[in-house]
C-alpha cells in the first residue's frame, strides 16, 4: 500500500515500549544483497528478545522479492520492522498476541563520489547505550542522541568509545588501519554485528589483507593511518578529520581506496552471479 496508508495501532508496543527489532537490507539491480546474512541477524535480534520469528527464511525471501518487485529502481534499501504487537500497556510480554510486521522500500542512493575523494569528518563521544547493542532493536534513543552530537558539532558521525576502547559509530561500524594492517573491534555485546563489517573482513582475507579483531584502544583511534566507517546503506567511506585534527595525512589512504575497489567488484560479481542462477 502507499505510505501513506499504512497505520499502525497506538498500543503497539513498538509505539508504546520500544519492543520490537529491525533490519536493513540493500538491493542491488533489483537483487537482495547478502539476505541469508541479513536474516541470520535478525534471528539473533529476535533470540534476543525472546520473540518467536514469523516467518521462515523462505517466506521472507519472497515477501522482500515482491516488495522490491513492487517499487521502482534498480538500487532500493529494504527496512523491515518487527514488534511484539499489540497489547494492554503492561511491561510483561502478553500472551497470544501476533507480532506487527512492517516493510518498506525506499530509493538507495550511494554515496556521493566527493565523499569518498575527500572523505568524511567525525567527532568522539563515550558509549553511554545499553550493554546490548548486539540487539538491532528499534529502541535507537541513545544513538539518536549520539547522532545528533556530530550533527551539532558539523560532522557525519559520532565515533564511540567505551572505558577507552573503540566499540563502533552512532550509525555504522569503525575500522582503523595502522601500519597496513586492519583493525576491527571485536563482535561483542558491545556493538552492532554489521553486515558490511564482516564482508570487509571477508574481502580482506581473500585478498590476503592483513587484519586484527581485537580491542582497539583508543591511542590507536588517535594514531591511526587511516580510519573508516561503514554500513549497509553508506558502503565504506574515509574519515580523514576525526574531533578536528586529519587522520594520517588528511586524505583518504591507499587501504581504504582497495578495500572500496573490491567491494564494489564483489557487488557486481554478486549481482551476475544471481542473475546467472536465475
Known amino acids: 500500500m ?3 496508508e499504512a497505520t499502525v495501532p497506538v498500543l503497539d508496543r513498538g509505539f508504546i515500549f520500544g519492543d520490537g ?3 536493513v537490507i540493500p538491493v542491488y539491480s533489483r537483487r537482495l544483497f547478502r539476505l541469508a546474512e541479513h536474516l541470520r541477524r535478525l534471528q539473533n535480534s529476535l533470540d534476543g528478545i525472546g520473540l518467536q520469528n514469523p516467518h521462515t527464511a523462505a517466506e521472507w525471501g519472497a515477501l522482500l522479492q515482491q516488495l522490491v518487485d513492487q517499487n521502482e529502481g534498480e538500487d532500493q534499501y529494504l527496512y523491515l520492522h518487527i514488534t511484539r504487537g499489540v497489547a494492554k500497556r503492561d511491561h510483561a510480554f502478553p500472551k497470544g498476541v501476533a507480532p506487527t510486521v512492517f516493510l518498506m522500500s525506499s530509493p538507495l542512493t550511494p554515496p556521493a563520489p566527493e565523499l569518498k575523494a575527500g572523505g568524511v569528518t567525525a567527532i568522539t563521544a563515550q558509549d553511554n ?3 546490548r547493542c548486539d540487539i538491532k532493536a528499534i529502541s535507537l534513543l541513545p544513538n539518536v542522541l549520539l547522532r545528533q552530537q556530530a550533527v551539532v558539532a558539523g560532522t557525519m558521525e559520532a565515533v564511540l568509545l567505551r572505558d577507552g576502547f ?3 559509530g552512532s550509525a555504522s561500524n569503525i575500522f582503523v588501519v595502522q601500519n597496513g594492517v586492519i583493525l576491527a573491534p571485536p563482535k561483542n555485546n558491545l556493538m552492532l554485528p554489521g553486515i558490511t563489517y564482516d564482508l570487509i573482513l571477508e574481502l580482506a582475507a581473500a585478498e590476503q589483507i592483513p587484519c586484527k579483531v581485537g580491542p582497539v584502544p583508543e591511542a590507536a583511534l588517535r594514531s591511526a593511518d587511516e580510519i573508516w566507517l561503514t554500513s549497509s546503506t553508506r558502503e565504506i567511506l574515509p574519515i580523514t578529520v576525526l574531533d578536528g585534527q586529519p ?3 588528511g586524505q ?3 587501504l581504504f581506496k582497495r578495500m572500496d575497489a573490491l567491494y564494489q567488484h564483489y557487488k557486481t560479481t554478486v549481482m551476475r552471479s544471481a542473475e546467472v542462477k536465475s
Open 247 to 249: 587522520v594520517g595525512n
Open 166 to 168: 573503540l566499540t563502533e
Open 252 to 254: 583518504p589512504g591507499p
Open 2 to 4: 502507499p505510505l501513506e
Open 129 to 131: 547505550r545499553w550493554l
Open 21 to 23: 527489532v529491525y533490519e
